[in-house]
């Protein structure tokens, strides 16, 4: 079955930078858009970023934009998301998801999750 | 405030049917065959239950069901099993701006 493993998550200060990234495995990772979707602690879900199959275009939330940064290495079969400027709203858990259509587009649906990786933003 | 509009709860006795309903515009649910909804147990990552307005993934009990019907998606569970008890979110496709998530509604098996 579908694999993703997020890592990359921890304690950074406001302002400061993070790096996540997901692995992925047992599937053709570049025949799919890949997202990422976070969730502050006892809140619901919110789409964050998409990235096309080929690498080539980038969706961004309005909340992030011009401070995270969506990118995939298919050669690697892995997905990162550099996040700079940090605020306290961005503390959350931060999914890796990828998306239900194999034509590498992005239409919003994900039929695999990661298990998450915990960001914190604080002082 | 979320873009899609759910109600906060819903709850139903071992058996019975529900229906969760999900209200976006004509920007979104409405524009696009493109709503999903996923089940998120405590401490777990979501899981995929509804693809395309009314689609199931492969193995998922019939049980589950989705529609849409103008600017108004909808998730009914028959049937309902202890297990069903979680959070249920509705998503949709919106076009320039990306994709759109409920408030969630959480489902509370009597």
């Known amino acids: 079955e579908v694999q993703l493993l997020e890592s990359g998550g921890g304690l950074v200060q406001p302002g400061g930078s993070l790096r996540l990234s997901c692995a992925a495995s047992r599937f053709i990772f570049a025949s799919y858009a890949m997202s990422w979707v976070r969730q502050a602690p006892g809140k619901g879900l919110e789409w964050v970023s998409t990235?096309?199959?080929?690498?080539?275009?980038?969706y961004y939330a309005d909340s992030v934009r011009g401070r995270f940064t969506i990118s995939r290495d298919n050669s690697k079969n892995t997905l990162h998301l550099q996040m700079s400027s940090l605020r306290a709203e961005d503390t959350s858990t931060y999914y890796c998801a990828k998306e239900v259509a194999s034509n590498g587009w992005f239409e919003g649906s994900f039929d695999f999750w990661g298990q998450g990786t915990l960001v914190t933003v604080s002082s | 405030q979320s873009a899609l509009t759910q109600p906060a709860s819903v709850s139903g006795s071992p058996g019975q049917s529900i229906t969760i309903s999900c209200t976006g515009t004509s920007s979104d649910v409405g524009g696009y065959n493109l709503v999903s909804w996923y089940q998120q147990h405590p401490g777990k990552a979501p899981k995929l239950m509804i693809y395309e307005g009314s689609k199931r993934p492969s193995g998922l009990s019939n049980r589950f069901s989705g529609s849409k019907s103008g600017n108004t998606a909808s998730l009914t569970i028959s049937g309902l099993q202890a297990e069903d008890e979680a959070d249920y979110y509705c998503?949709?496709?919106?076009?320039?701006?990306?994709?759109?998530f409920g408030g969630g509604t959480k489902l509370t098996v009597l």
């Open positions: 998503c949709s496709y919106a076009g320039s701006r990306g994709t759109l």
């Open positions: 990235i096309r199959g080929s690498g080539d275009k980038t």
